[in-house]
């Protein structure tokens, strides 16, 4: 019986693109904007992981997407969304934010804190299907729900448990508590890979020891072993890896 040997690729926290506007500091984990790295295009479907601060009262203008499915997942702060839906909303820590862009949509991201800074990862995972009618959703989760196992914030599936976008990928948090581990098997084996990112702790994840904002890539595998080395909070992203 043949035995795949996994692949991987290793982004340290210190390899990141960055990006300083004064209202907005920025930490790319693959080609954004200005920082363009040939080697660090994507993973799979997975095309932005953006680590972003913004200021207080600050934030993006209305800008357009397209064809892309953009998930923001708030770690400090409130973020006030608005769109061209008529969708008015703040987004909080627990809170997991979804728009599929679609056929085209407008929207700006503040901070609606104007005395602290807001923290937030911005995510694109590029859609199995073009051109399907713009929607936005957002849900809020219970944050005990991930201590020490693994809480699914986004799937295929409308009915599951989390967000659902176009896409057939598997997000999941969790918050592990030093000298516990979990086992993560993988949804489809035969065609996704698995992106890890660090949140904050350190973690060893298949032998491959990580540190806060570490990114780690693996595919050709069909499942992690997950041990805590300190308190992590971490993401798994299983994403298809044919774009």
Not at 49 to 54: H, R, S
Not at 124 to 141: A, C, F, H, M, S
Not at 157 to 180: C, K, P, R, Y
């Amino acid at each position: 019986m043949e035995t795949k040997t996994a692949t991987t690729v290793l982004h340290k926290a210190d390899t990141r693109g960055k990006a300083n506007h004064g209202w907005l500091k920025s930490h790319h984990s693959f080609s954004f904007a200005n920082y363009y790295n040939p080697e660090r295009m994507n993973f799979g479907v997975l095309r932005v992981l953006n680590d972003d601060v913004v200021s207080a009262g600050m934030g993006f203008g209305t800008h357009p997407h397209n064809n892309m499915e953009i998930i923001s997942i708030p770690l400090e702060g409130d973020l006030e969304h608005k769109d061209s839906m008529g969708t008015s909303a703040i987004i909080k820590q627990g809170d997991v934010q979804v728009m599929s862009a679609g056929t085209g949509i407008l929207h700006s991201e503040y901070n609606a804190n104007k005395n602290k800074e807001v923290k937030f990862l911005q995510i694109w995972v590029v859609p199995n299907k073009q051109g399907v009618e713009p929607r936005y959703d957002q849900i809020t989760l219970n944050l005990e729900d991930r201590k020490n196992t693994l809480q699914q914030i986004l799937s295929p599936n409308a009915d599951d448990a989390g967000v659902w976008i176009h896409q057939n990928a598997w997000f999941h948090m969790t918050s592990l508590e030093e000298g516990n581990s979990l086992h993560y098997q993988v949804n489809d084996a035969k065609n996704n890979g698995v992106y890890a990112f660090v949140l904050e702790g350190k973690v060893t994840i298949n032998g491959q020891q990580l540190e806060e904002r570490d990114g780690f890539g693996l595919w050709d595998i069909e499942n992690l072993e997950i041990s805590a080395d300190a308190n992590t909070e971490l993401l798994l992203m299983e994403v298809p890896m044919d774009l």
